[in-house]
């Protein structure tokens, strides 16, 4: 095979990689989710077109601002395919986070999306990390926008610490996902051993067992 078989090939695996790295294109009008069948295949599959409606393209959830009543000070309102069964294949969906005075969405990822927030209410101190290590850094004000890039560690941070704030946040997939760092490491189900975080953090068990029990679910 010459070199020219081989160049036609790469292309077409580059355009094959590209093709995967988003949420795959529809191939028909409308695909709303069955959420209660319990088979996914990338997503999930379609009811009947006999079943649609137009609730199915609905969701009233981020009209009003949440109530935040967590440690970190901020609350998330999804606004995906778990929330709009319509979402189903379109690759795209918002949510609405409300912060506290002095309220901080604590760094974490969305491993299947782009981020763009448009700050609804407030000023915000928000930043992204790229693998280089490097931070970038900003303050946001009501009407700005700012992009966290897809599957990097991010933040956003009220810094008034008298009055509250809230941004719009819009994902190029119907289901981002999200992994917050601390309690992804520290609440993980089985748990991570704790030699893992001892070394990986470079304190001791005592400091490990602390931290995971600020982070535990409270029971009701």
Not at 57 to 66: E, L, Q, T, V, Y
Not at 203 to 211: L, R, S
Request: aromatic share 8%; net charge positive; proline share 6%.
């Amino acid at each position: 095979m010459d070199t020219r078989c081989y160049g036609f090939f790469f292309v077409l695996l580059s355009l094959a990689v590209i093709s995967l790295a988003y949420d795959p294109d529809t191939l028909q009008d409308l695909c709303v989710a069955d959420r209660t069948s319990g088979i996914k295949v990338n997503g999930f599959i379609c009811k009947p077109e006999s079943n649609i409606t137009a609730s199915d393209f609905f969701f009233a959830g981020i009209s009003k601002p949440a109530v935040v009543n967590n440690t970190v000070g901020s609350a998330v309102t999804g606004a995906n395919v778990e929330k709009i069964a319509g979402l189903n294949t379109l690759g795209v969906s918002l949510a609405r986070i409300d912060y506290a005075p002095g309220g901080l969405n604590p760094p974490h990822t969305h491993p299947r999306a782009t981020e763009v927030i448009f700050v609804l209410e407030g000023e915000l101190d928000v930043g992204f990390i790229t693998t280089a290590n490097k931070l970038f850094a900003k303050t946001v004000k009501k009407g700005e926008v700012f992009v966290f890039p897809r599957g990097l560690i991010h933040y956003q941070k009220n810094n008034d610490q008298a009055k509250p704030a809230s941004v719009i946040s819009a994902f190029n997939s119907q289901l981002p996902g999200t992994q917050s760092m601390a309690a992804t490491l520290f609440t993980a189900s089985p748990a991570i051993p704790d030699h893992v975080l001892t070394t990986a953090f470079q304190i001791g068990t005592k400091e490990i067992e602390k931290i995971k029990s600020k982070l535990a679910p409270k029971k009701g």
